[in-house]
Each structure stands twice: as C-alpha cells, then as structure tokens.
C-alpha cells in the first residue's frame, strides 16, 4: 500500500523558516517524480514545486520560487521542502503526491497524496 | 501560465441523478487533464487521468471525456459517497494548475 506521511508544519512567525518532510513507503521512491502541493484553509489546492526522480529537473510556483527549495534523499524514501522567508499567504495544508507514472520524468497527474501537514505563518 | 476555468462552483443534486462538470483551459492541452475528488477532511484522490482513463479502484459511473481546451467529468447515477469538491488539473505544462472546484452536495 503506498503510504505518504508529511512533518514539519506548524506556527511560524513572518519571515521565519520551516521544513518539510514526507516520508514514503509502498513503492521504489527513487522511481517516481514528486510534488508539494498547497491548500489554504477552505480554498483550492495549488501546485509548489516538483521534482524529478533523480532530482535532475526541479520546476517551482512563482510564487515560492527563491524562497521554497525541494529535495530529496531517496535513501531515505523521503522528500523535503525546506520553506524560508514565509509569508502570511503561505498558510495552508502542505500535501506531498507522488506521480502517476514509472520512471517517467515528464509532466504528470498525481497519483497519490498524503494527509498533508498544516503551516501558518503568523505573529 | 494556462489557466483552468472550472464550472458550477457548486451543485446540488439528487440520489440517482447524472451530474456533469465542467473545465475549460486557456489553451489547447492535448488531454493532459486529471480530475480529483476531495472529501471534507481528507485529501484528494485521483479520479480520471488522461482525460478519460479511470483510476484504479474508482467506481464506472465516474467518467471523463474532452479534448483540446474542453474537458468534463460525469457521474451517473449518484450515491451518498460522492458528496465532495471536485478539482481539474492540467499537466501538459509546468506550472501546473487547478480548477477552482466544483462542490457538490445532495438535494
């Protein structure tokens, strides 16, 4: 059974920094591609930052781009994103989602999501 | 950035009935459209992915059709169980986008 499990979030002040984590099981991480995903409090999800399998290719939102850096460590099954700088618009479920397809570094529809892990950045 | 125009917002409809959603894209994508339902406190599942291919484990009365820039997502025959917001996303291009979903509840 593919598993996600996200870590990291919670209260952070504006302008502070926070990491996340997202462990996976169930499958060969190092074969797919992966993504943070965003959803605000009662609002429509928007895409973070994505990257590859063997984190050749990495694309990020505009509107995290210099300040959201993803990785990966897939000796560990685990993706991060390591978030600076943040905002008050940042606040909003974190989800990781693993791609749909095999071995495949292209464009991709999300096959499996996790519970996601709450941030809001607020003084 | 392609933007995804999704419709109704919401919708209401009976035990049984066929419902019909909506998503047009700013520009053509090549069917490179997934749909997603979220139920209240959960996190989305994969619905139809390429436009019209079923996801494993999602019941036949969920279909997806489309090409181009238009794409809809049909549910015939609804249960209980698909009370939940609805989402498009385009993946023929980086930065992915969303719809800004469809919430549907029983009449």
């Known amino acids: 059974e593919v598993q996600l499990v996200e870590s990291g979030g919670g209260l952070v002040q504006p302008g502070r920094s926070l990491k996340l984590s997202c462990v996976a099981s169930?499958?060969?991480?190092?074969?797919?591609?992966m993504n943070w995903i965003r959803q605000a409090p009662g609002k429509g999800l928007e895409w973070v930052a994505y990257?590859?399998?063997?984190?050749?290719?990495?694309y990020y939102a505009e509107t995290v781009k210099g300040r959201f850096t993803i990785s990966r460590d897939n000796a560990k099954n685990t993706l991060y994103l390591q978030m600076t700088s943040l905002r008050s618009e940042d606040t909003a479920l974190y989800y990781c989602?693993?791609?749909?397809?095999?071995?495949?570094?292209?464009?991709?529809?999300?096959?499996?999501w996790g519970q996601g892990t709450l941030v809001t950045v607020s003084s | 950035d392609i933007q995804m125009t999704q419709s109704p917002a919401s919708l209401s409809a009976s035990l049984g009935e066929t419902v019909t959603i909506e998503c047009r894209a700013s520009?053509?994508?090549?069917?490179?459209l997934a749909w997603y339902q979220q139920k209240p406190g959960n996190s989305p599942q994969l619905l139809i992915y390429?436009?019209?291919s079923l996801a494993d484990g999602v019941p036949s009365r969920f279909s997806g059709s489309g090409s181009g820039t238009q794409y809809s997502l049909k549910i015939n025959s609804l249960q209980s169980e698909d009370v939940a917001s609805y989402f498009c996303?385009?993946?023929?291009?980086?930065?992915?986008?969303f719809g800004a979903g469809t919430k549907l509840e029983l009449k």
């Open positions: 169930g499958f060969t991480f190092s074969n797919y591609g």
């Open positions: 996303q385009q993946y023929n291009n980086y930065p992915y986008t």
């Open positions: 989602a693993r791609h749909g397809s095999y071995y495949y570094d292209g464009p991709d529809w999300f096959a499996y």
């Open positions: 520009e053509d994508i090549y069917s490179n």
């Open positions: 990257i590859s399998s063997g984190s050749s290719y990495i």
């Open positions: 390429d436009a019209n």
